[in-house]
């Protein structure tokens, strides 16, 4: 009996293109995957930036100092800080923080996250003007507000089924507390205002016009270090106020 292996089958048309389109879609995937790993993809997806935790360094520093321990994310009491995930390219593994989902509510002693830090790409900074902020609060939609408007406001300041947290100084400094958990009721909108965690950081300049009709505007000062809470508090969706990230005050 012969041990002659059999001639390799012959494959036909049909199965030669799809064994070719397997190849071209395995290469592609690793291409893919390796240029994300690389940090290539951002900058073909046009990666936003990100809003970094409080104290964070100026940008590319900030990258370059960063180790992606995540000694951040643990320390944060109200879970504001997460990791950029596998598409971030370089910002793999780097905090940031999503105001609209979960502010920084700027409460905790002494900035635990910047304690917990151990390379200094979170700093206090040496003095006052050399901190970076975070951002800085903008009324984007002024149209939309609630308050230009000459609304009041009753009720949850957002839908059930959102999960931010922020610490009531009036019920409770230690614990976080649903923001469903509470409800206002307000003559005129200023939740803006009334939930920043920053004194004299935003205001709601109340005006009258005619009989009665009260209106106000939210007004933003230097003191403000762009933590989110407003975006975060703010009832209308999309918000009217927002952060714009990495927007410092002249001669701060």
Known sequence: MSNTPAPPKKLSRQQRRNRRALLRSVGVGIGVVGAALLGFFPVIKGWAARLRPPGAIAEEPFLAACIKCGQCVQVCPVLAIKLGDLDEGFGVGVP??????????????????????????????????????MGRARLSRPDACHARQGQGFKGKARKKGFKGLHRYPEIDRWTPIPVTEIEYDLDLCDLCARECPIEGAITVERSLFGIGELTGTPV??????????????????PPAIVIDLREPWEGA
């Open 220 to 237: 933003v000062f230097d003191k403000c270090v762009g933590c989110g809470m407003c975006e975060m508090m703010c009832p209308i969706d």
């Open 96 to 133: 940031y923080i999503d105001a609209r989902s979960q502010a920084c509510d700027f409460s905790c002693d002494a900035v635990q996250c910047v304690l917990a830090c151990p390379t200094g790409a979170l700093s206090h900074g040496i003095d006052a003007k050399e901190q970076v902020k």
